[in-house]
C-alpha cells in the first residue's frame, strides 16, 4: 500500500524513515539536516561508527540508524545521486537508492517506512522522473515483498507533492 503526505517527514509515525543522506553521513543541509537535528545525537553517533567501519555509504546504498528522539524506530539512510545532466547512470542510482532502502527494512521487519524526495534538492534531480522512478520502484518491490506493509511518500513542498499525486494516481 502506497500513501501520499503533505508534511514534514521527522514528525511520521513509521517504523522508519528515510534520510535522503550525503555519503559522510554526517548530516547536512535539507532532509539530511532536519532529520540529525530532531533526532539527536544518538543517529549522529550511530553514523559515525558505520563511517569509522565501512567509510562513509556510497551512492545507492544504505545504512540503518536508530531513530534518537523521533517519533520513528529507525532512520534508514541512503544517498542518491547527484543530476548531471542524465548520461551518469543517475537513474538506476536513484532506483538503487530505493531498493537498497527497502531491502534494508525488509532486514530489520519494518512494516511502514516513509520516503522523502530523495536526490530532488541540492541534487538536483528533475522532479518529475525522481516521482516516477520512486513511485515504479517501490510498486515492484512491494509486489513481491510480504515485510513492507505501507509506504508513505513524505512532500514537503506543494511541487513535489502534486507530481507525486499524478505519478501515484497515473
Request: hydrophobic fraction near 40%; charge should be neutral; proline fraction near 3%.
Amino acid at each position: 500500500m502506497i500513501e501520499l503526505q503533505r508534511g514534514d517527514i521527522t514528525k511520521m509515525e513509521v517504523d522508519a524513515i528515510v534520510n535522503a543522506a550525503n555519503s559522510s553521513l554526517l548530516g547536512g543541509g535539507g532532509v539530511d539536516g532536519a532529520i540529525h537535528r530532531a533526532g539527536g545525537k544518538a543517529i549522529l553517533d550511530e553514523c559515525m561508527a558505520i563511517r569509522n567501519r565501512q567509510g562513509g555509504c556510497p551512492t545507492g546504498e544504505a545504512v540503518i540508524t536508530t531513530g534518537g528522539n523521533l517519533p520513528a524506530r529507525y532512520v534508514i539512510h541512503t544517498v542518491g545521486p547527484v543530476w548531471n545532466g542524465g548520461n551518469k547512470n543517475e537513474e538506476s542510482l536513484l532506483a538503487s537508492a530505493y531498493q537498497n532502502s527497502l531491502k534494508l527494512a525488509t532486514a530489520n521487519q519494518i512494516k511502514t517506512i516513509a520516503f522523502p524526495n530523495i536526490s530532488t534538492g541540492i541534487y538536483h534531480f528533475p522532479k518529475q522522473k525522481a516521482a516516477e522512478i520512486a513511485v515504479k520502484t517501490v510498486k515492484d518491490f512491494l509486489a513481491a515483498s510480504d515485510v513492507v506493509e505501507k509506504v508513505i511518500f513524505v512532500c514537503y513542498d506543494e511541487e513535489n507533492f502534486k507530481i507525486y499525486e499524478r505519478v501515484i494516481g497515473g
